[in-house]
């Protein structure tokens, strides 16, 4: 072989070696360090069971939210009859408030909750709130325990950063987060 072609040859099997590496770096990366395919429970159709023993470590709530568009409720809303939600979400399965719909626009407002099934002995918590870009009320069990901005139309306020809140619970816990956002290319809850 001569001298061109070798050096030709050379550099198409690094460039392939260097893909390849990067490819198993990636396909590990999506494996052991996703939020979105950790293995554990997982919820459905807005409810997660972590009784029996697998409440204790850590758990990506991502699976299943209910999704109530266009509306802020808040704990009171729940009675009877109840608010049915029009679909169940993956946090991080659509970047804005549109859920996949394109009649529906980026920006606005919804409300997104989960049951989660605990221990009937009462334990600690906490709950991580990541960077949510909008504003938003976070209730635990009917209380609320964090509000950033304000996500009122009539005053909106976007606020930014992420916030860890600790309560304590038992049985079922009903999350709910009512969300606004009117500004940014990602509105509601996106991871």
Known sequence: MSGPARRILTTA????????AALLVFLSLYRWDNKYTQPGPKALAGLLYLDGGQAEGLHFLTSEWEY???????????GVPAPQPEQYVFIGGYSNFSAGQAQRGPHGQASYRLTVRL?????AYALLMPDVYCAYRLYVN???????????????TPRLGERTV????????????AVAGREYITAGLTH
């Open 13 to 20: 099997l690094t460039v392939l070696g260097a893909l390849a």
């Open 68 to 78: 109530y568009p266009d509306v802020l409720l808040a704990p009171g809303d729940f």
């Open 119 to 123: 221990p009937e002995q009462p334990r």
């Open 142 to 156: 009917g209380r609320l325990l964090l509000e950033m901005g304000a996500p009122e139309a009539d005053g909106y």
């Open 166 to 177: 600790a309560f304590e619970a038992s049985g079922s816990v009903e999350i709910l987060l």
